[in-house]
């Protein structure tokens, strides 16, 4: 059974940057697409950003230009780095498997203050 586990969640000013990480036990990732979601109070959970297994991404506009996926097959990670936060970035921040999903982890808090 696969198990994702992402860090790196943290309370930040509006304007400043995170890096998220997320490992993946129990099971190899480089062969299957990943994505970041993002689950505000109150909201659905959102596609945030994915990345193929050959490296191609795609992005929600809501963060076009300020985030950037990227993945360490070596490492079987995947992170996510985010620039120019704004309060409306905060959410628990969760990793899976693009297609097939397998069961959430705990997810990671992210918290921007304005």
């Known amino acids: 059974q696969v198990q994702l586990v992402e860090s790196g969640g943290d309370l930040v000013q509006a304007g400043g940057s995170l890096r998220l990480s997320c490992a993946a036990s129990?099971?190899?990732?480089?062969?299957?697409?990943m994505a970041w979601y993002r689950q505000a109070p109150e909201k659905q959970r959102e596609l945030v950003a994915s990345?193929?297994?050959?490296?191609?991404?795609i992005y929600a506009d809501s963060v076009k230009g300020r985030f950037t996926i990227s993945r360490d097959n070596a490492k079987n990670t995947v992170h996510l780095q985010m620039n120019s936060l704004k309060p409306e970035d905060t959410a628990v921040y969760y990793c899976?498997?693009?297609?097939?999903?397998?069961?959430w982890g705990q997810g990671t808090q992210v918290t921007v203050s304005s």
């Open positions: 899976n498997f693009r297609w097939y999903p397998v069961p």
């Open positions: 129990g099971g190899i990732m480089r062969n299957r697409d």
């Open positions: 990345v193929t297994s050959g490296g191609s991404t």
